[in-house]
């Protein structure tokens, strides 16, 4: 198994061939349509929709061994993605993925729909990396 492989599996990823991945989807269908019914309700699908589309980038790379960046388009096509997944955020703007050594980072430009403003969104969190 490749380090990458490990970092996935120790987190809980790969576990029963990807059964952890399909528990954590639903986890967080069940924690957006719990959390949705405030003001923060766009804000919490933003995050929602790039930690989502961020495991999938894991997923990929650990299983193409590969440390590239996938497009979403991508992801859909090759099945690590649901093809119902917006390609965008609540405001309408494309998420942007990064992938720097092992880790991966989705941002959302946020509700003002400008990048490097106080209001986008980064998974994991704090996280300033360089998007495409």
């Given at each position: 198994?490749?380090?990458?492989?490990?970092?996935?599996?120790?987190?809980?990823l790969?576990?029963?061939?990807?059964?952890a991945?399909?528990?954590?989807?639903?986890?967080?269908?069940?924690?957006?349509?719990?959390?949705?019914?405030?003001?923060?309700?766009?804000?919490?699908?933003?995050e929602?929709g790039?930690?989502?589309?961020?495991?999938?980038?894991?997923?990929w790379?650990?299983?193409?061994?590969?440390?590239?960046?996938?497009?979403?388009?991508?992801?859909?096509?090759?099945?690590?993605?649901?093809?119902g997944?917006?390609e965008?955020?609540?405001?309408?703007?494309?998420?942007?993925?990064?992938?720097?050594?092992?880790?991966?980072?989705?941002?959302s430009?946020?509700?003002?729909?400008?990048?490097?403003?106080?209001?986008?969104?980064?998974?994991?969190k704090?996280h300033?990396a360089?998007?495409?």
């Amino acid at each position: 198994m490749d380090r990458r492989a490990k970092t996935l599996a120790k987190h809980g990823l790969l576990a029963f061939g990807g059964f952890a991945l399909v528990t954590a989807l639903v986890a967080y269908r069940f924690l957006m349509m719990g959390t949705c019914g405030g003001l923060n309700a766009p804000r919490v699908r933003g995050e929602t929709g790039a930690r989502v589309v961020r495991m999938a980038v894991q997923q990929w790379q650990a299983s193409t061994s590969s440390d590239g960046c996938p497009s979403i388009a991508q992801l859909q096509t090759e099945r690590f993605l649901d093809p119902g997944q917006p390609e965008t955020d609540p405001w309408g703007t494309a998420y942007r993925i990064a992938c720097e050594r092992e880790e991966v980072t989705v941002r959302s430009s946020g509700p003002d729909r400008r990048w490097q403003t106080g209001d986008d969104i980064a998974v994991p969190k704090g996280h300033a990396a360089s998007v495409r």
